[in-house]
């Protein structure tokens, strides 16, 4: 009898043990579904008129939104008390310590790759094929010499395409379709618009074409994006391309048309380093913050490296433009003060960036009656990589630019970066990125404590698979450093000047731009190399 009531025992928990397995299956089996329904059925359920009460029908369906307060906005005694915690303990420096010594090595491989590129690319005669042009075409001085841009818009291209074939192996077709959709699509395409105006004679095809060719590649993009929306089963895809795709050629026109120009007519060092201090800071957080709002629904479509490939991009163009500004801005003591200034810019927004997400959820909660953001894991993780990233791109800037204005000298009038007839001293160069580079380590070790103790993952992301980014880094450095060459080309001059002498316009770049017309305004052909 005792062996038959265990057996009856055992039948009995293996039957109830089979059942909950069937219910965990089941639930399992419709989870997807009840996930998908919940706001469905939170919705009717709300909408349902409970007996005896009046329901207004102005607010029938609506959803109660909770209304934040000012106070929010700041940490709470106990996570200030948490932090002042975590900074007394050695381990906390340490794990940092050892982030910013990797991140360095990191740098360091990235620039040394970054130079190279440079300075192979300052070999290339643009000059001297471009410069014969210019002698029959003296009304277009200021022509941006199509061979050049046309080699950098390829070569921007053959980058996009390495970075293709990169996603391809690593993640897979499935998922690097919408990079190829959304990215290779449109580069081929307006790479082979400026191959054909060229061969087509249009004349001139550059200064009259510029701005719309942005616009045709901000068509193609939201094609790519529509056709890319059908076959992932995602209808708002084209939205999260084209509001970014369109601040951000807006941004890249006001840097090409407005800031470079402006900026290199001011002959006061305290007036450029308040532009490189207040207004390149805000026009890269615009472009950052709309990019990022966007891409968050990449999160949710389980793209979340389109989302980081696409904010790494704009950290990358922002870092360049940057160290332009820093290394165009004056005398070596106007450069470190402005990267010492940058630096304590940079660690205050960094470790304030939780108080202004919180300040812009109760500025939305309370003018717009926005349902504030709840920030999830997966959020803080994007965040983190987006800050490693940074970090990264910020220094190999610091250690690539010197090299950048130093070998392209020789080509100073087919791309314009403010050189005047004596190159630039590449020693006292070396030295103030060093300074700068100091600067800005010390400026990340505090920013990454900062955002420890605010329970930021930094660290935890860092330690992740870093090889897929680091590739993934060098192939954005060197697309990005051949496409700021491009942006910080010569301006068109017809768009000033119609004059066949351009040594006769009253330009407001001439002064910086004409060191080579002499006295008789005519030009000197063989002030080139």
Not at 68 to 92: C, M, T, V
Not at 399 to 406: A, G
Not at 414 to 442: C, E, H, K, R, Y
């Amino acid at each position: 009898m005792d062996k038959e009531n265990q057996n009856a025992i055992l039948l009995d928990d293996l039957g109830k043990s089979t059942t909950n397995q069937l219910i965990l299956n089941t639930s399992n089996t419709n989870n997807t579904f009840d996930n998908n329904n919940s706001s469905n059925n939170n919705n009717n359920n709300n909408n349902q008129e409970t007996p005896g009460e009046d329901v207004d029908p102005n607010k029938k369906g609506k959803e109660k939104i909770i209304k934040l307060k000012f106070s929010d906005i700041f940490p709470k005694k106990s996570d200030i008390s948490d932090g002042i915690q975590k900074l007394r303990e050695i381990q906390l420096y340490k794990e940092v310590l050892q982030v910013s010594l990797f991140s360095l090595l990191e740098v360091i491989l990235i620039a040394l790759i970054g130079v190279a590129y440079i300075i192979g690319l300052s070999y290339i005669p643009y000059t001297n094929t471009d410069m014969k042009y210019v002698e029959t075409h003296t009304n277009q001085f200021y022509n941006p010499y199509p061979v050049a841009s046309i080699y950098f818009l390829t070569l921007a291209t053959v980058v996009i395409v390495i970075g293709i074939g990169y996603f391809l192996l690593i993640f897979g077709l499935k998922k690097s379709l919408p990079l190829i959709y959304c990215t290779l699509i449109p580069g081929v395409a307006l790479s082979t618009l400026f191959f054909v105006f060229v061969a087509a004679g249009v004349d001139p095809w550059y200064y009259a074409l510029d701005l719309p060719f942005y616009g045709i590649l901000g068509v193609v993009f939201f094609i790519s994006a529509k056709v890319m929306a059908k076959r992932v089963q995602a209808p708002n895809l084209p939205l999260i391309f084209a509001v970014p795709l369109l601040v951000h050629i807006l941004i890249i026109g006001i840097y090409s048309f407005v800031l470079f120009p402006f900026y290199r007519t001011i002959n006061s060092e305290v007036a450029r380093v308040a532009i490189r201090i207040l207004v390149h800071p805000i026009l890269c957080r615009i472009n950052l913050i709309v990019t990022q709002t966007f891409v968050k629904k990449y999160k949710n479509l389980k793209y979340p490296h389109l989302a980081n490939a696409i904010v790494f991009g704009i950290l990358v163009e922002s870092a360049l433009f940057g160290r332009f500004l820093i290394a165009t801005v004056g005398s070596a003591k106007a450069q470190v003060v402005t990267s010492v200034l940058s630096g304590l810019g940079e660690i205050l927004l960094r470790v304030a960036a939780p108080i202004i997400t919180k300040l812009i959820d109760y500025l939305k909660n309370k003018f717009l009656n926005m349902k504030p953001e709840i920030e999830t894991e997966i959020d803080r993780e994007h965040n983190a990589q987006y800050i490693i990233n940074s970090m990264v791109v910020e220094k190999s800037s610091i250690l690539s630019i010197p090299f950048l204005l130093h070998f392209f000298w020789k080509h100073r009038l087919v791309f314009n970066f403010s050189f005047g007839p004596t190159p630039p001293d590449l020693d006292a160069m070396i030295i103030s990125a060093a300074i700068q580079l100091a600067i800005d380590l010390t400026a990340d070790f505090i920013s990454t404590c900062g955002e420890a103790i605010q329970n930021i993952p930094v660290i935890a992301v860092w330690k992740q698979s870093r090889v897929k980014y680091l590739i993934w880094e060098i192939l954005n450095w060197l697309q990005m450093c051949t496409l700021i060459i491009y942006v910080l080309r010569t301006l068109p001059s017809t768009l000033y000047c119609s004059s066949d002498d351009p040594c006769t316009c009253s330009l407001f770049l001439r002064d910086e731009l004409f060191y080579f017309c002499n006295k008789n305004s005519t030009i000197m052909t063989s002030s080139y190399n």
